[in-house]
């Protein structure tokens, strides 16, 4: 097979764009991770595995856990949950909050903070622990039972809670927002401060390129149908306002973390997590990208 190869190569090449970006610092907690780190990894739909450099080291998957939230609201809400929130890319910053008041407290889409925060209220008025719940999902999809959340990275996130907390009230106060704020924000953060490794979060993301099927476990998790559109919409708004410019230079459904972490999927090939702290200023990081790119154009894997 190519991949271990073609993975070593970019892995050295890749880390030349380290010093380009800047680790991710209104999370304090954040900030102290080494800029250095650069992994990859990817899962096949039979399950193998390809990995360089740092990829089995855990880091804060942050936004990433957006896409693993959707997919658990989806399966409990099924269309309905597009009354609450958008499926159109924002054009704006992930946590900017001007066009929540412009469109009655509605977010754009389930990627942005205030979409994902929806997608937790959502959440929470369906699970009564919906932090264990997420916990679980994650460990059983990755096959990591190891899997646990850095409560200081949670703890860092609440202490800086207001653009988020002001989000929320928000739209609690157009009757977009069903359980308490600050049990909302509590879960929201503790999704964004799980702690995984590339390894961990290509196979947990494996059923959204085997048509909702996960490689781990073999169990039929989301539909088709779901699959193709949750694939869709991180197409068309994973990656914010830069995620035009990815669809041009790399041609996958993705999603992004400011921990640095991207998992991009190829349907019907393979889910790979890229992770390198140091990001540009949508908040995505600068040489996971570069690697997506090159991998994108050596497999000739855009979509179209
Ligand atoms: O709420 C926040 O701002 C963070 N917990 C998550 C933001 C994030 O990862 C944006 N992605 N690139």
Redo the contacts with the bound molecule.
């Keep these: 097979m190519i991949l271990q190869p073609l993975l070593d190569r970019i892995d050295s090449q890749a880390r030349r764009h380290i010093g380009q970006g800047k680790v991710a610092d209104y999370?304090p907690a954040l900030a102290r991770v080494p800029a250095e780190r650069f992994g990859m990894a990817i899962c096949t739909l039979d399950g193998e595995l390809y990995c360089s450099g740092d990829a089995r080291e855990p880091f804060s998957i942050?936004?990433i856990s957006k896409a693993f939230a959707l997919a658990m609201a989806q399966q409990r809400y099924g269309d309905e949950l597009w009354q609450r929130v958008g499926k159109e890319p924002s054009g704006n910053a992930?946590?900017s909050l001007v066009q929540l008041e412009f469109e009655q407290g509605i977010p754009r889409n389930p990627f942005i903070?205030a979409g994902a925060l929806v997608v937790v209220d959502a959440l929470s008025s369906r699970l009564s622990a919906p932090v264990h719940a997420f916990l679980e999902a994650m460990r059983l999809r990755s096959g990591n039972p190891g899997l646990r959340i850095d409560h200081k990275v949670a703890d860092s996130?609440y202490e800086h809670r207001f653009r988020?907390a002001a989000m929320a009230n928000l739209m609690k106060s157009f009757g977009n927002f069903r359980n308490e704020v600050d049990e909302v924000l509590r879960a929201y953060?503790s999704y964004?401060a799980l702690s995984m490794s590339c390894v961990d979060l290509a196979r947990a993301f494996s059923f959204l390129a085997n048509g909702g099927c996960c490689v781990v476990t073999g169990e039929q998790w989301l539909s088709r149908l779901q699959t193709q559109q949750l694939n869709a919409l991180l197409f068309t708004s994973g990656l914010?306002d830069a995620a035009g410019d990815f669809a041009y230079r790399v041609g996958m459904p993705a999603k992004?973390?400011?921990?640095g972490g991207i998992v991009a999927v190829v349907p019907g090939r393979f889910t790979v997590c890229v992770w390198s702290p140091e990001l540009n200023c949508y908040?995505?990081s600068v040489a996971g990208i570069w690697a997506l790119e090159e991998l994108s154009r050596a497999l000739d894997l855009r979509l179209f």
């Design positions: 999370i942050q936004s992930f946590n903070n996130e988020n953060f964004c914010y992004s973390g400011v921990g908040g995505n």
